[in-house]
């Protein structure tokens, strides 16, 4: 689904060049959940833009779909840590935005859009404005319009950061049972290990910057998944403390 062959990305700045990913393979198989942690400026979310086609890499290849990714394409979506909805536009004709632009007939996808937010638990709300909902809301309506255009893969920079935690918790049982039941592959960056241990079927570590990838471990606990009480307490724990001790290892020159 995604294959990054020796992908780097220097940054040439006013300072200076920055190297934020140096020499980073990656293969994502189609369907997967696959969770990105690191350090604060390791360069996770430079991996999703290069992914996204926002950003061409300084060098290196990117296949998704066994294509080469050479700008935004409509079979790839992406969230951010903030909704970005437009604040004048309607939940629905927020939802409907990625109809538009693409061209598509808008009432073939107003269903889809009604269906979406019934998925997420917004039925009731299509005509109310953004700054009417609660952020888990609006990013809610965010993961809709984002799915509207039914993407094969979803891309996400840490889309419940910005959220207090029980509300990201909620959002990220959430997600699982979407992705349980789309099967959308999904790349999913965060600075949480429970986010990660609760979604991910595999937990990409970065090393510091540059970036490269430094371990990928995989997380075999059935779904769902739940952060409460389950019958895997112990694996979630262990997966958790291994994650911990991999991030908080101490910075090597
Ligand atoms: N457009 C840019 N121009 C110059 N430098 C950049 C640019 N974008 C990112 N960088 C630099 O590249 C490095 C990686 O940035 P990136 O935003 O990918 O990190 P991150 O892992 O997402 O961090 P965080 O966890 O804080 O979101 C940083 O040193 C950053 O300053
Ligand atoms: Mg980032």
């Not at 990913?21 to 350090?39: P, S």
């Not at 909620?170 to 290990?193: C, D, G, P, W």
């Not at 991910?200 to 997380?219: I, L």
Request: include cysteine; aromatic fraction near 4%; proline fraction near 5%.
């Amino acid at each position: 689904m995604i294959a990054l062959t020796d992908v780097s990305q220097t940054f040439l700045g006013r300072t200076g060049a920055v190297e934020a990913l140096r020499g980073m393979d990656l293969q994502v198989d189609n369907g997967e959940f696959v969770a990105v942690v690191g350090r604060s400026g390791c360069g996770k979310s430079t991996l999703l833009r290069l992914i996204a086609g926002l950003l061409t890499p300084t060098s290196g290849r990117i296949l998704v779909d066994g294509t080469p990714v050479v700008g935004p394409r409509r079979d790839i979506a992406m969230m951010f840590q903030r909704p970005a909805l437009l604040p004048w536009r309607s939940v629905l004709h927020n939802v409907m935005l990625p109809v538009e632009i693409f061209g598509w007939r808008r009432s073939e996808h107003r269903q889809t859009a009604l269906r979406l937010l019934e998925m997420v638990g917004l039925t009731g709300f299509q005509k109310r404005l953004p700054h009417e909902l609660s952020g888990g809301m609006q990013q809610r309506v965010a993961l809709c319009r984002a799915l509207i255009q039914r993407p094969r893969l979803l891309l996400m920079d840490e889309p419940f950061s910005a959220l207090d935690a029980l509300t990201r918790e909620e959002l990220s049982v959430e997600l699982q049972r979407i992705h349980m039941e789309l099967r959308t592959t999904m790349v999913f960056v965060t600075h949480s290990i429970d986010e990660a241990v609760l979604l991910a079927d595999r937990v990409v570590v970065m090393s510091q910057r540059p970036g490269q990838v430094r371990k990928v471990v995989e997380v075999d606990i059935p779904r769902p998944r739940s952060l409460g009480y389950n019958a895997h307490l112990e694996e979630v724990a262990r997966t958790s403390a291994h994650l911990h001790e991999l991030l908080m290892e101490p910075i090597t020159a």
